[in-house]
T-cell receptor
Framework: GAVVSQHPSWVICKSGTSVKIECRSL??????MFWYRQFPKQSLMLMAT?????????EQGVEKDKFLINHASLTLSTLTVTSAHPEDSSFYIC????????????FGPGTRLTVT | AQRVTQPEKLLSVFKGAPVELKCNYSYSGSPELFWYVQYSRQRLQLLLR??SRESIKGFTADLNKGETSFHLKKPFAQEEDSAMYYC???????????FGQGTRLTINP
């Protein structure tokens, strides 16, 4: 149980376009979802926390107009990278908390974004 | 500010040898600490958390508040333990995790 999926697993887009990444909890309801960014050989950096039906809380230094997060249901959160640039190329990972297990996060497999 | 430090980026030991991955934290509140593991080409997964005091795959970790440490230990390393290990701190009430830089553990045959 407690599986989190991400789609797509990898995407290449041109500079200036927008890209949407989906994060789904497959067999549980996720009260909270988290979006991380991971640079090569570096740790995960939390970008934002989203709760179903409310606005995401962004970490300091993360542009909320650049990285749009929507958490429309208890099983789906989306991250849209708007007007992508090469420096946005990275590995984006989502995670989710199950109801009643606020300190245990289940991670998705990640999405590799390459902006050309 | 909350911070998690893993001083070793790389750690290599021989099979059967003891392993210790170091983790130190900085947090003014009551910490919740975790170890996550990422095997090659797999997603990040929870290995253990201090509050459960479990031993998972032979690994244990004890929270030492005096030294603000949460080192991960295993008495006899196995080749399948080769992976990336992340120590993480959960900020009380905020649910979010602060990760250390990670330690890549390689077990040599």
């Amino acid at each position: 149980g407690a599986v989190v999926s991400q789609h797509p697993s990898w995407v290449i887009c041109k500079s200036g376009t927008s890209v949407k990444i989906e994060c789904r909890s497959l067999d549980f309801q996720a009260t909270t979802m988290f979006w991380y960014r991971q640079f090569p050989k570096q740790s995960l950096m939390l970008m934002a926390t989203s709760n179903e039906g409310s606005k995401a809380t962004y970490e300091q230094g993360v542009e909320k107009d650049k990285f749009l997060i929507n958490h429309a249901s208890l099983t789906l959160s989306t991250l849209t990278v708007t007007s992508a640039h090469p420096e946005d190329s990275s590995f984006y990972i989502c995670s989710a908390n199950a109801a009643g297990k606020i300190y245990e996060q289940y991670f998705g497999p990640g999405t590799r974004l390459t902006v050309t | 500010a909350q911070r998690v430090t893993q001083p070793e980026k790389l750690l290599s030991v021989f099979k059967g040898a003891p392993v210790e991955l170091k983790c130190n934290y900085s947090y003014s509140g009551s910490p919740e600490l975790f170890w996550y593991v990422q095997y090659s080409r797999q997603r990040l997964q929870l290995l253990l958390r201090h509050i459960s005091r479990e031993s998972i795959k032979g690994f244990t970790a004890d929270l030492n508040k005096g030294e603000t440490s949460f080192h991960l230990k295993k008495p006899f390393a196995q080749e399948e333990d080769s992976a990336m290990y992340y120590c993480a701190l959960s900020i009380q009430g905020a649910q979010k995790l602060v990760f250390g830089q990670g330690t890549r553990l390689t077990i040599n045959p």
